[in-house]
């Protein structure tokens, strides 16, 4: 079974850039790498996605390794509202997202 | 900005009870999802509507049945809540149905708590 492998917590400094890593090991071509996070409590909000170009957009970025089975998604300054689990999902499916266990990012002041 | 809201952020019930947890997104949206997040299991898809009238079921459907009777409002029902069912329900709609567009926006979610 293909599995996707994020680091279970990270810290960042207030005001610092936030590089999230996501390792899968398998994905296929037609799969796109979609990046969520859930702020507690609420509901998960869509962030970005790429399939193997580097994405940037007005929050963050994606850089898509060669092999497509790294990613990191970049925060460039981190605010203390941007503590919130982030999810790192393959998607090549037109039904539903499974979201695994994520990394919890802890920006301190 | 797409909104998604839910009728209840909290919500308390007892066994037995009939609950309806509604839905409404207000982009014309054509897909929506219902799914349950519960710790250490992450969020599994309940039901999913690809359009007015259409349902599918996900992967845990039991004890549930949706409705979609316009395309910007999908409710949940839990015919007779039990205590398992006990979850944080989260809504999501999708514009269309493509793998190179999945982007869900998701609802505040409800916290339903079955006694």
């Known amino acids: 079974d293909a599995k996707t492998t994020q680091p279970t917590s990270m810290d960042c400094a207030e005001g610092r850039a936030a590089n999230l890593p996501c390792n899968h090991s398998?994905?296929?071509?037609?799969?796109?790498v979609y990046w969520y996070r859930q702020i507690h409590s609420q509901g998960p909000q869509y962030i970005i996605h790429?399939?193997?170009n580097n994405e940037t957009n007005e929050m963050a970025s994606l850089i898509i390794t060669e092999d497509r089975k790294s990613s990191t998604l970049i925060l460039p300054h981190a605010t203390l509202r941007d503590t919130a689990v982030y999810y790192c999902?393959?998607?090549?499916?037109?039904?539903?997202?499974?979201f695994g266990s994520g990394t919890q990012l802890t920006v301190l002041p | 900005d797409v909104k998604v809201t839910q009728s209840s952020r909290y919500l308390v019930k007892r066994t037995g009870e009939k609950v309806f947890l509604e839905c409404v997104q207000d982009?014309?949206?054509?897909?929506m999802f219902w799914y349950r997040q519960d710790p250490g299991l992450g969020l599994r898809l309940i039901y999913f509507?690809?359009?007015?009238?259409?349902?599918e079921k996900g992967d845990i459907p039991e004890g549930y049945s949706v409705s979609r009777e316009k395309k910007e409002r999908f409710s949940l029902i839990l015919e007779s809540a039990s205590t398992n069912q006990t979850s944080m329900y989260l809504c999501?709609?999708?514009?269309?149905?493509?793998?190179?567009?999945?982007?869900?926006?998701f609802g505040p979610g409800t916290r339903l708590t079955v006694l």
């Open positions: 398998t994905i296929s071509g037609n799969e796109y």
């Open positions: 509507s690809y359009d007015v009238k259409m349902k």
């Open positions: 999501a709609s999708r514009l269309l149905a493509s793998g190179s567009h999945n982007e869900q926006f």
């Open positions: 982009m014309d949206h054509e897909n």
């Open positions: 790429g399939l193997k």
């Open positions: 999902i393959r998607s090549g499916s037109a039904r539903q997202l499974t």
